[in-house]
């Protein structure tokens, strides 16, 4: 079955870094695109990056310049590189698939940017 498990997150200082990792397993990664989306609490769940299945890379305005996202087919996993974290960076990070009719979610991974 489809399996998404994110990792990488944790507590950070303004402008430190984190690396988040996707594992997915139970489908051909090469075949799709992936989403990393996050969600603060109180807010809703929103679009951070999206590669797709062909490279293509998407980044929501406010990250753009900052975080990173790669795919490796062979090890099927996908990253999101996060430099220069802001206050307003703090989520939970959650990587999705969507495949037809389903969306496929993973259990997230906790990042908080605190001084």
């Known amino acids: 079955q489809v399996q998404l498990v994110e990792s990488g997150g944790n507590l950070v200082q303004p402008g430190g870094s984190l690396r988040l990792s996707c594992a997915a397993s139970?489908?051909?990664?090469?075949?799709?695109?992936i989403g990393w989306f996050r969600q603060a609490p109180g807010k809703e769940r929103e679009g951070v990056s999206c590669?797709?299945?062909?490279?293509?890379?998407y980044y929501k305005a406010s990250v753009k310049g900052r975080f990173t996202i790669s795919r490796d087919n062979a090890k099927k996993m996908v990253t999101l590189q996060m430099n220069s974290l802001k206050l307003e960076d703090t989520a939970v990070y959650y990587c999705?698939?969507?495949?037809?009719?389903?969306?496929?979610w993973g259990q997230g991974t906790q990042v908080t940017v605190s001084s």
């Open positions: 139970g489908f051909t990664l090469d075949h799709y695109a």
């Open positions: 590669i797709g299945k062909d490279g293509t890379i």
């Open positions: 999705n698939l969507k495949s037809g009719p389903y969306d496929y």
